[in-house]
């Protein structure tokens, strides 16, 4: 039956749409066909837009992403409330006066992705609260916030920055478990918690929120404190000459600067290891 690919799969609703991405992902299913349907027990997928002129334009990385998307949406439509991300409990935000606000970045919402046990879900509109660590979502419809339970969320992105699970407990150097931002990938690693406070206020003055931002560099699997170039530099003492050079040339201002001061810093030095 010309356009159309039948998936003999389980009947579970969320292994069937696991099925389907791991076909996809693995290259035994083609997305590059013009109104492709793919139909297996109780849906029918449909890619009207994945045409053979853009998929000739277009690496083919990006057109399986396009198409696990495109999955991903209608298998979140279809399944509505009963999709595994919606079971998280209500979020009732604090009504306290204050300047500023608790989340990252926006006082409105961002959009990102969430591993959430194990699955990948795209395009989700997120706050990730800095006072208590926590994302929160729309429910599915749009009408309450959910707290996403710390333990099932295995990482996540808003825009450009990835946010991963970490247990302090269980590796040196870190103090707490929680989310970390991760800045720079690899051998070493440079991460950065993030948090909020409120502070209130005294007389007139009103309560406000206050962000703290603490700097991991992870070598050899353990985790240091760097809040200044000297740690850094402590720390990558093996290059330390071309390291000041770099420095200087480049004139990074670690007090003025200090995150994009140890990013770049430490990228220049996995560059020179490597």
């Known amino acids: 039956m010309d ?18 991405v791991d076909c996809l992902e693995c290259g035994e299913i083609s997305p590059e066909m013009n109104c492709c349907h793919i139909v297996f027990v109780g849906f029918i997928f449909q890619f009207s837009c994945l045409c053979p002129v853009r998929a000739q334009e277009s690496s083919d990385s990006l057109l399986h992403q396009e198409a696990i998307s495109g999955i991903h949406r209608i298998y979140l439509s279809e399944i509505g409330d009963n999709a595994q991300i919606y079971h998280g409990t209500e979020y009732i935000r604090n009504g306290q006066k204050a300047l500023g606000f608790p989340y990252y970045e926006s006082d409105s919402m961002l959009t990102g992705s969430v591993n959430y046990l194990g699955t990948e879900y795209l395009d989700m509109n997120l706050f990730y609260n800095l006072v208590t660590d926590e994302i929160i979502i729309p429910n599915f419809l749009h009408n309450a916030f959910i707290v996403l339970p710390p333990g099932k969320l295995y990482s996540f992105t808003l825009g450009t920055h990835r946010f991963i699970q970490i247990n302090g407990q269980q590796i040196a150097g870190l103090p707490l478990d929680g989310f970390y931002e991760q800045l720079v990938q690899g051998e070493p690693g440079l991460y950065a918690r ?17 962000q703290y931002n603490t700097y991991y560099l992870r070598k050899s699997g353990l985790y240091y404190v760097v809040d200044d170039k000297k740690k850094l530099l402590d720390l990558l003492k093996d290059q330390n000459d071309l390291l000041k050079k770099y420095i200087r040339a480049n ?6 600067d200090l995150e994009s001061s140890l990013v770049l810093t430490t990228i220049y030095y996995s560059r020179l290891k490597h």
């Open 3 to 20: 356009g159309y690919i039948f998936l003999k799969l389980p009947s579970n609703h969320y292994r069937n749409y696991l099925s389907l």
């Open 194 to 210: 993030r948090e909020k406070r409120l502070v209130s206020g005294t007389g007139s003055d009103e309560s406000k929120y206050i």
């Open 251 to 256: 004139k990074l201002k670690f007090k003025k």
